[in-house]
């Protein structure tokens, strides 16, 4: 089901402020403590990463860790199956890798494996930080690799509110949630809810531009140069329709298949790379879903099957861009 906004618990509440993705980030979790004893967090180097209110406010709520990404994984899944829930921040995506073995084994296949019998109530954040000429190892957007693991919810907000809201629902989820921040919208600002009960729901797309021609799916940071294009295109007389699909597991199906129905045409932008990507996800199910509705072939924007280089220059050239989107948008009219 699409949302035209973020969405809160309790309706009434209409009062916003002015804050960056980074900020209200930190305001979930400092919220979130505040409401349950049972949060808390753990991490490496969290007050570099943004996280140094959090550390002040709750000092005896902080596990500040080694540079050890499996093993302190491990300890926060076992102080969830006791009760507690951590918050992990593994501050960089790359290091998803060095944590996949408790992640994948341990949180994800609990539940299951034991029948319903433990609860593993994690959150695993961690920041797309590429774009910023640190080579290969730490310029990965892994979520795509994560997709194909059952048991694992999985959040790519774009703005402030949203962040806040899929954050705070991700702490009260019985399940294990894995929030891919990205770095390019750490400083973006934006109206956030000062309800301390704005929860956004895991599952659920965001309308963010209704629109009759096309739809635009765009995943993480491509959501400002989507944007930017359907600005472009409407000035050109093309409607376009974008959808911002804030959880990536589970996917908001009737959302995507609402909009191919009315509009006929398909495209997806996202900065991971193109093979079992979110936008290969999506092709697959329009074209198996809503393959009547479709006018014209899906397109897809995404950075090309090649290793991050250190060239800034050459970085700059994998992600897909305004002029890319529009282009690709003019070719299926």
């Not at 806040?164 to 973006?188: H, I, N, Q, Y």
Request: proline share 6%; glycine share 6%.
């Amino acid at each position: 089901m699409l949302h035209m906004h973020a969405e809160s618990k309790h309706k009434g509440t209409a009062a916003h402020v002015q804050m960056t993705y980074m900020d209200a980030l930190v305001q979930a979790q400092i919220e979130e403590m505040e409401r349950d004893e049972r949060v808390l967090m753990m991490g490496e180097d969290l007050s570099v990463y943004g996280d140094g209110k959090v550390v002040e406010r709750f000092p005896s709520r902080i596990w500040s860790t080694p540079i050890s990404e499996t093993s302190f994984t491990g300890v926060g899944i076992g102080a969830a199956m006791t009760g507690l829930r951590p918050i992990v921040s593994l501050s960089i995506a790359s290091f998803m890798y060095l944590a996949s073995d408790p992640i994948i084994n341990q949180a994800a296949k609990l539940r299951f494996m034991t029948g319903g019998q433990i609860e593993v109530p994690i959150v695993f954040r961690c920041s797309m930080y590429y774009g910023n000429s640190i080579a290969a190892q730490h310029s990965d957007r892994p979520y795509p690799l994560f997709m194909n693991i059952p048991g694992l919810k999985i959040l790519c907000p774009t703005t402030p509110a949203d962040v806040k809201g899929l954050l705070k629902s991700a702490v009260r989820d019985d399940d294990p949630v894995m929030l891919f921040e990205d770095s390019k919208l750490w400083t973006t600002k934006g109206p956030v809810p000062t309800d301390r009960e704005h929860l956004v729901p895991i599952g659920k797309a965001e309308l963010k531009r209704e629109g009759s021609d096309v739809t635009l799916i765009a995943i993480g940071a491509s959501m400002r140069p989507a944007l930017d294009a359907a600005m472009t295109l409407e000035r050109k007389g093309i409607s376009v329709e974008v959808i911002d699909l804030r959880t990536l597991k589970p996917l908001d199906t009737d959302a995507i298949l609402r909009s191919v129905a009315k509009t006929g045409r398909l495209v997806i932008v996202e900065n991971a790379h193109r093979l079992c990507s979110v936008a290969s996800e999506v092709a697959a199910l329009a074209s198996e879903n809503a393959f009547e509705h479709l006018k014209r072939p899906v397109q897809r924007l995404t950075a090309p099957d090649v290793h991050v280089p250190f060239s800034p220059v050459l970085e700059e050239l994998m992600y897909p861009n305004k002029e890319g989107i529009v282009a690709a948008v003019e070719r299926i009219l």
